[in-house]
């Protein structure tokens, strides 16, 4: 029993030397980083330890635009792609005539280049010189004034913002919930159309509780995802987030790395351990909620 013990630990090795390695180790020198106060990367000293990064943090208004940038980015982009997701999976689901075409169209936009995309985007909603875009010439056509999106008012670009995020991350959540849809019995179905159940009572009865560990997966996924938006942002505005007002997060913990004001590992690791409590705090929540659906 020993040696087999013995063995099942030598083929886990190499496994738990990675993840020591390279999640581990980096994960407990975030935290030391964070509690060092007045770290300078020249001379790797620092004065003290304690709470003052967090404090700093905290209190950094670029800190405090990027938390609400990604906030609104969650909480707008979650709920619609998903809502989208699971009403395009619905449609999938029902048609029969060239069905795998429809859903390899869908799944296009995922394998795309993220920058790529970012450039479209950009064409279609950036006023130039030469042109207003197409986005603003449909304003215009239907007799709106032209607008900004990448560098007028800040809700236009939240709106660019969204609109992208949801673009990008929708292909993935369709594919998700056609399989899910695919996998549901159909003689449930069945039985339902011989008690003469409506469509929409089928759906609320059978389809959705069928799908619902699908549907709380996407929804933890996407919040975790969206917390980490930051390439996303550079594809359309560029790489000076805070001149844009569109900064993130993540695109916070970037800068006071390697940004114009870089070189603060301590502000960078402080910043990344708050982003962690927030994503882990939501992540729980979700997690109770979905037991708790499913019991009930």
Same mark, same amino acid.
Request: proline fraction near 4%; include cysteine.
């Given at each position: ?5 013995l ?19 980096p994960?407990?020198d975030v ?5 060092e ?8 000293t ?5 709470l003052y ?12 635009a ?30 029969k ?5 429809f859903?390899?169209?869908y ?5 795309t280049n993220?920058?790529?995309?970012g ?16 986005v603003n010439?449909?304003? +215009?056509w ?8 990448i560098?007028?008012?800040?809700w236009a ?11 990008? %991350? ?10 899910a ?15 003469g159940?409506?469509?929409?009572r089928?759906f ?20 975790i ?5 930051y390439?996303d942002?550079?594809a ?5 987030l ?10 916070? %913990? ?5 940004? +114009? ?5 301590s ?6 351990l708050?982003?962690?409590?927030i ?6 929540v979700n ?10």
């Amino acid at each position: 029993m020993k040696k087999q013990n013995l063995k099942a630990w030598l083929y886990l090795l190499p496994a738990l030397a990675f993840l020591a390695v390279f999640m581990i180790y980096p994960l407990v020198d975030v935290v030391v980083y964070s509690l060092e106060e007045g770290y300078n990367s020249a001379s790797q000293t620092f004065r003290g330890v304690g709470l003052y990064n967090f404090s700093y943090v905290l209190r950094d208004p670029y800190f405090l635009a990027a938390v609400r940038n990604t906030f609104i980015l969650v909480v707008i982009t979650v709920p619609v792609s998903t809502g989208l997701a699971l009403l395009i999976s619905l449609g999938l689901n029902s048609i029969k005539a060239l069905k795998n075409l429809f859903q390899t169209v869908y799944f296009l936009p995922y394998v795309t280049n993220t920058l790529a995309v970012g450039l479209v985007f950009m064409i279609l909603f950036k006023k130039t010189a030469y042109s207003e875009g197409l986005v603003n010439l449909l304003i +215009n056509w239907f007799g709106g004034p032209s607008v900004d999106f990448i560098d007028g008012p800040y809700w236009a670009k939240m709106l660019v913002m969204c609109i992208y995020t949801v673009w990008v %991350v929708m292909p993935f959540k369709i594919l998700i919930l056609t399989s899910a849809l695919a996998s549901v019995n159909p003689e449930y179905y069945k039985a339902a159309r011989v008690d003469g159940a409506s469509r929409g009572r089928i759906f609320w009865r059978i389809t959705l509780p069928m799908i619902s560990p699908m549907i709380f997966y996407l929804v933890i996924t996407g919040f975790i995802g969206a917390f980490k938006a930051y390439a996303d942002e550079v594809a359309l505005f560029g790489t000076d987030l805070n001149a844009a007002g569109m900064n993130t997060i993540v695109g916070y %913990v970037y800068d006071m790395l390697y940004g +114009n004001s870089g070189g603060y590992p301590s502000y960078a690791s402080a910043a990344a351990l708050i982003l962690f409590a927030i994503v882990f705090t939501i992540t729980c929540v979700n997690l109770l909620i979905s037991r708790r659906t499913q019991i009930s």
